[in-house]
């Protein structure tokens, strides 16, 4: 029994220090631009960071816009005809817009626009509108999201870093979500 319970114990030191490693990531000068599943800084500079229930009372309230980063995987140019292929489904929190491949940390100019432009139409173009950024836990798409619209003029910026996973992890509804047109 006390050989279980030491094992236990140093399990739950291990996980613990797993765990508060993302504290310990730095914000990085820039944007991430590689290994983008990865742990996440606690902070965002200029943004607020929201927990689950800073999220859920945000949406309830419909006081935010939210957006969902996740990149969104095309149908491959090569495949032969006839080919079945399934798109990959996507759920995010009910009403959010979904502006796909906009977390990257570089973003062609095309992207980038889309990115702009509907932000622009999102927020009625009132840069003062609060943007709730999210896609998964431990990715850094939507902490490069969010500090790229700081750094768009946008003032009231919001990281919700649990994403989609926190999410469900509360048992809060998610929807079938479709990728905002050019």
Known sequence: MRR?????????????????RGADVPEPQGYRTAQYRAPTPATLRGARVLTTADARQLWESRAA?????????PRPANLPAGTIWRERPRS???????????????????????????L?????????????FYCLKECWMSWNAAKRALTMGYANVAWYP??????????????QATPVGN
Do not use: Q
Not at 4 to 19: D, E, H, N, P, S
């Open 92 to 118: 995010n929190i009910p009403g959010s817009i979904w502006l796909p491949d906009t977390g990257y940390g570089e973003l062609a100019p095309v992207t980038e626009k889309y990115l702009r432009d509907n």
């Open 162 to 175: 649990d994403g989609t996973d926190g999410w469900a992890g509360a048992d809060l509804p998610l929807e």
């Open 120 to 132: 622009a139409r999102a927020t009625a173009g009132d840069r003062a509108r609060l943007l709730v």
């Open 65 to 73: 816009v939210f957006i969902d980063v996740m990149p969104h995987a």
């Open 4 to 20: 279980w319970r030491g094992t236990l114990a140093l399990a739950c030191v291990v996980l613990a220090t797993f765990a508060a």
